[in-house]
């Protein structure tokens, strides 16, 4: 759990901040909205305390934050591929061994 104090930073990097515990929700609000710059990765909010699922799509209490929810989550490895199309028509070939993420805007 983070429980630094944000203010001193300009930057706050939040790769895989898959489970959001305590106040790290509003806190990354405030360091926002302080003027602050907050860049996480696929899965960031996914569960909350104690690994229960938001009852809204990933990334849970930081939808808002970022703009941006998740819709959608698969795995592929390394012999598969997936064909990915945004709802604005944008088309891409994924061939990976890692996560998924499709998300919208």
Same mark, same amino acid.
């Given at each position: 759990?983070?429980?630094?104090?944000?203010? &001193?930073?300009?930057?706050?990097?939040?790769?895989?901040?898959?489970?959001? &515990?305590?106040?790290?929700?509003?806190?990354l609000y405030d360091f926002v909205q302080?003027?602050?710059?907050?860049?996480?990765?696929?899965l960031t909010g996914d569960r909350g305390r104690q690994r229960s699922v938001?009852?809204?799509?990933?990334?849970?209490?930081?939808?808002?934050?970022?703009?941006? /929810?998740?819709?959608?989550?698969?795995?592929?490895?390394?012999?598969?591929?997936?064909?990915?199309?945004?709802?604005?028509?944008?088309? /891409?070939?994924?061939?990976?061994?890692?996560?998924?993420?499709?998300? &919208?805007?």
């Amino acid at each position: 759990m983070i429980n630094r104090d944000l203010s &001193r930073y300009k930057l706050v990097i939040a790769p895989m901040l898959y489970m959001l &515990r305590g106040d790290i929700a509003e806190r990354l609000y405030d360091f926002v909205q302080k003027g602050g710059v907050v860049v996480a990765t696929y899965l960031t909010g996914d569960r909350g305390r104690q690994r229960s699922v938001f009852q809204t799509d990933a990334p849970g209490p930081l939808r808002a934050l970022f703009g941006i /929810w998740r819709e959608e989550q698969d795995i592929f490895h390394a012999d598969q591929s997936g064909l990915v199309q945004a709802v604005d028509g944008m088309r /891409w070939d994924c061939r990976a061994s890692l996560a998924v993420t499709i998300s &919208r805007t």
